[in-house]
């Protein structure tokens, strides 16, 4: 059983930084991944950005490239996304969520995740 908790969304100008969290309640497998989802307002819900648990591997939107970076702390059993440069295009919902591995070319799937954050609202705007 897997619990997250998403936050650190909040309201910023356009060309500012937030950092979003993402702490999960149970033990995550050093084989499985975190990714950050979002769903801005009358859109569907978006893949953001993925890393593998061990940070072998990270995966990024072309929306986020050069933008944001994902990461994890794994004695605290908790992810980051790091969110700079921020645009009024980024705002929206964003979620965390948990997978059990990672598949090649495959991770930017919903489906592909087990576990999500109640998400966190992030607003750009002047």
């Known amino acids: 059983q897997v619990q997250l908790a998403d936050s650190g969304g909040g309201l910023v100008q356009p060309g500012g930084s937030l950092r979003l969290s993402c702490a999960a309640s149970?033990?995550?497998?050093?084989?499985?991944?975190m990714g950050w989802f979002r769903q801005a307002p009358g859109k569907e819900r978006e893949f953001v950005a993925v890393?593998?648990?061990?940070?072998?591997?990270?995966n990024y939107a072309d929306s986020a490239k050069g933008r944001f970076t994902i990461s994890r702390d794994i004695a605290r059993n908790t992810g980051f996304l790091q969110m700079n440069s921020l645009k009024p295009e980024d705002t929206a919902v964003y979620y965390c969520?948990?997978?059990?591995?990672?598949?090649?070319?495959?991770?930017?799937?919903?489906?592909?995740?087990?576990?999500w954050g109640q998400g966190t609202q992030v607003t750009v705007s002047s």
């Open positions: 890393t593998r648990w061990n940070g072998a591997s990270s």
């Open positions: 969520a948990v997978g059990a591995r990672w598949v090649v070319g495959r991770m930017f799937l919903e489906r592909e995740y087990d576990y």
């Open positions: 149970g033990r995550l497998s050093s084989n499985g991944v």
